[in-house]
């Protein structure tokens, strides 16, 4: 069942807390198979102001080679040197004054990322509509400037180690209730994948080369995806 904009409910931020972080050989492969697979997993953002996560519904792939659109396709720079960096960590750069988060994937010394364009608000919802100043859910994260926004990741999270579970992370679906013991705890770390979707596909948006490559991958009739006027 797809977000409903009309009855929004926080998940727990403590079981948000304790999703843990996808392992560095997730992200140590191609970046096309790493970037269909993050479609519905969480992403997470702890601060001293709370949590905020939602579930991954849009992304970008950006190749390592023939691919002019991708930061790395001119070589190495200190604004693009964490793509270049081991797979596993946060590269963050700034469009229009805006911040876009990238996941880096494949070997070091093979520069690919995946563009998280969006997300499906979960957790800390009012944290986010804070951070945005808008009340409306589907204006939260809808959209990677946006998605940055609303869970506060700048230029602080560039070459932020994504597989450590601490600030900022991807986690596998936790989103449903896990059984809680005598004591209150988790049972079990027990992973809930998203309820089965089409992945659709479709060329990169917002770019001025490369644009036909088929390298965006969404889940189709998702309304939390990034709004896009052809």
Aim: a positive charge; one cysteine or more; glycine letters at 8%.
């Amino acid at each position: 069942m797809y977000f409903d904009s009309a009855a929004v409910g926080d998940v727990s931020a403590r079981r948000v807390r304790r999703a843990p972080p996808l392992p560095r050989g997730f992200y140590d492969r191609h970046v096309v198979d790493v970037a269909r697979e993050l479609l519905g997993k969480l992403l997470v953002r702890v601060s001293r102001e709370g949590v905020s996560c939602g579930r991954i519904v849009e992304v970008e792939a950006y190749l390592a080679h023939d691919d002019p659109a991708c930061h790395a396709s001119r070589g190495r720079t200190r604004r693009n040197a964490a793509m270049f960096g081991p797979p596993g960590h946060a590269y963050v750069y700034s469009i229009h004054a805006k911040w876009c988060l990238n996941a880096v994937t494949q070997p070091e010394g093979q520069p690919s990322a995946v563009l998280i364009r969006a997300i499906e608000p979960l957790a800390g919802i009012e944290l986010m509509r804070r951070r945005r100043g808008r009340e409306k859910p589907l204006e939260l994260a809808r959209g990677p400037a946006r998605l940055c926004q609303a869970l506060d990741i700048d230029r602080r999270h560039n070459a932020h180690d994504l597989t450590k579970g601490r600030g900022l992370w991807i986690a596998e679906d936790v989103a449903e209730e896990l059984p809680l013991d005598s004591n209150g705890e988790p049972a079990a770390q027990r992973t809930f994948p998203a309820t089965a979707r089409p992945i659709a596909t479709s060329p990169r948006i917002g770019i001025s080369s490369a644009r036909e490559l088929p390298l965006r991958f969404y889940y189709e009739g998702c309304p939390c995806v990034s709004p896009h006027r052809r």
